[in-house]
């Protein structure tokens, strides 16, 4: 009825929300009004959607994004409460990876040695991948890593292929939040796997590269970004050449691994050398 509905400045003023806000949360489908007057366009809504306007105030004030808040209030039972704690643990995983990340610029800016990444040699043979690649951001970069990965998981399972060692992303440009650099993921395999729409086919040559092993808790984008800086320097060290772009390597584990797990190492192919 009628009389049940308020205005959006009664909901305002009940959740102390502004009408920007109000508006934002109804157009992106997190508070739609109840009714819109054709005639005049005024917003009413239901008294119940205080409590949800509430809620979702509650959880912006936490920093979730609108759309895992819609993710929050839209399931049932113990769900909301399983996405909020998810959610905290990815911001805890972001905040460590921060710090290390404040940590190795410390050392850098000091003028001391890093330490904190050990960084290791390897040889690595030739071996066929697929790939798929796109400029991406650091905002950006998540997502298309996921993405990809499932689009070439998906395509080796059509085939009726299989991997034949880690997914990994190959870097040829900077990626950071000013910076959409290239980005290449990797999907290797010795089956015969035809190239299709946005997967290409290629030889990955062999290499030597250094690397450095990063657990679980390295694995947001500012700890990445210190792993990448510490490799460089490291081949600058040992006058080594960089002969390839930098990439990083993701084992199975990534999604599932414990803080301390060895999850994935970011390299960088060399040859011995320097061309200075």
């Known amino acids: 009825m009628e009389e049940d509905l308020i205005t959006i400045g009664q909901l305002a003023a009940r959740t102390r929300l502004s009408l920007k806000a109000l508006r934002l949360y109804g157009n992106r489908g997190l508070l739609p009004p109840a009714r819109v007057d054709p005639r005049t366009g ?10 949800r306007a509430r809620r979702i105030a509650l959880l912006r004030a936490a920093g979730m994004p609108l759309a895992r808040i819609a993710e929050v ?3 049932s039972g113990e769900e909301p409460v399983r996405v909020l704690h998810a959610y905290w643990r990815e911001q805890e995983s972001i905040h460590a990876a921060r710090r290390d990340a404040v940590g190795y610029a410390r050392e850098v800016l000091t003028g001391r040695s890093p330490t904190m990444y050990e960084i290791a040699e390897r040889d690595v043979p030739e071996q066929k991948v ?9 905002a950006d970069l998540p997502g298309f890593l996921a993405e990809s990965s499932e689009l070439l998981l998906f395509h080796l399972q059509q085939a009726g292929a299989c991997l034949s060692g880690p997914l990994f992303a190959v870097y040829h440009g900077l990626v950071s939040e000013d910076s959409d650099g290239l980005v290449e993921v990797c999907a290797p395999t010795q089956n015969v796997v035809e190239p299709t729409g946005r997967i290409g086919v290629r030889i990955e040559p062999a290499h030597r590269e250094a690397y450095t092993a990063l657990t679980k808790r390295h694995d947001g984008y500012p700890a990445m970004a210190a792993a990448h800086d510490a490799v460089g320097a490291w081949l600058v060290e040992q006058k080594y050449t960089r002969s390839a772009s930098n990439r990083e390597v993701y084992y199975p584990n990534w999604a599932t691994a414990e803080p301390g797990e060895h999850v994935a190492d970011v390299a960088v192919p060399f040859r011995p050398g320097s061309d200075v």
Not at 130 to 138: G, K
């Open 42 to 51: 005024i917003r009413r809504y239901g008294l119940a959607q205080v409590e």
């Open 73 to 75: 209030l839209d399931a």
């Open 130 to 138: 697929l790939f798929t690649q796109r400029h991406v951001t650091a």
